[in-house]
């Protein structure tokens, strides 16, 4: 599917793509490493299991980061610092109430620049800044995955457009 961009912030998915399978999910990946700015927090919304991770390897692959990504599912914040741009990776989903984000002190991560991918971000409301881009994954009933790009502010937007005249068409 080819991506769609819509001007305007509204609530509907501005970019669209069927991934067929982990390959597709890794380009996908390092098509948005491509895309990004000094400066950005997105949120990865999606089932266990949906690709969020998969994702983040290919966008750290695409920054150029050689070592091992995993989910920071335990530790909470994974920092990449030995890409282009200093990537953040953080998993809430142990997590069993948002007050969690403050007492483990997380919010210092989200000063000045670097990208910070956020996965499980309701658990950590409200005390998680808004995010610039929503990057939605989840199982196709087709096979392969479906990811869906929404800008929420002019930062998310360029990105988005950025991704989009990267696609192949």
Same mark, same amino acid.
């Given at each position: 599917?080819?991506?769609?961009?819509?001007?305007?912030?509204?609530?509907?998915?501005?970019?669209?793509?069927?991934?067929?399978?982990?390959?597709?999910? /890794?380009?996908?990946?390092?098509? *948005?490493?491509?895309?990004?700015?000094?400066?950005?927090?997105?949120?990865?919304?999606?089932? #266990?299991?949906?690709?969020?991770? !998969? &994702? !983040?390897?290919? #966008?750290? $692959?695409? *920054?150029?980061? !050689?070592?091992?990504?995993?989910?920071?599912?335990?530790?909470? @914040?994974?920092?990449?610092?030995?890409? $282009?741009?200093?990537?953040?990776?953080?998993?809430?989903? %142990?997590?069993? +109430?948002? =007050?969690?984000? #403050? =007492?483990?002190? /997380?919010? =210092?991560?989200?000063?000045? +620049?670097?990208? %910070? *991918?956020?996965?499980?971000?309701?658990?950590?409301?409200?005390? &998680?800044?808004a995010a610039d881009l929503? @990057? %939605?994954?989840?199982?196709?009933a087709s096979g392969g995955?479906?990811?869906?790009l929404r800008a929420l502010? %002019? =930062?998310?937007? !360029?990105? &988005?457009? $950025?991704?989009?005249? *990267?696609?192949?068409?």
């Open positions: 599917m080819v991506p769609q961009v819509h001007p305007a912030y509204d609530s509907d998915p501005q970019g669209r793509i069927h991934l067929i399978d982990e390959n597709a999910t /890794l380009a996908a990946g390092q098509q *948005l490493a491509s895309a990004l700015p000094a400066r950005l927090t997105i949120f990865l919304c999606g089932d #266990l299991g949906a690709g969020k991770t !998969t &994702l !983040t390897r290919g #966008l750290l $692959r695409g *920054l150029g980061y !050689t070592g091992k990504v995993k989910s920071p599912t335990y530790t909470l @914040v994974e920092p990449y610092k030995d890409s $282009r741009i200093v990537v953040y990776h953080f998993d809430f989903y %142990r997590f069993t +109430n948002a =007050e969690e984000f #403050l =007492e483990a002190g /997380l919010e =210092e991560y989200f000063e000045g +620049n670097g990208i %910070r *991918l956020v996965e499980w971000p309701d658990r950590a409301q409200p005390y &998680l800044q929503e @990057v %939605r994954l989840q199982v196709s995955r479906d990811l869906e502010n %002019r =930062e998310g937007q !360029t990105c &988005l457009e $950025r991704f989009v005249a *990267l696609s192949p068409n």
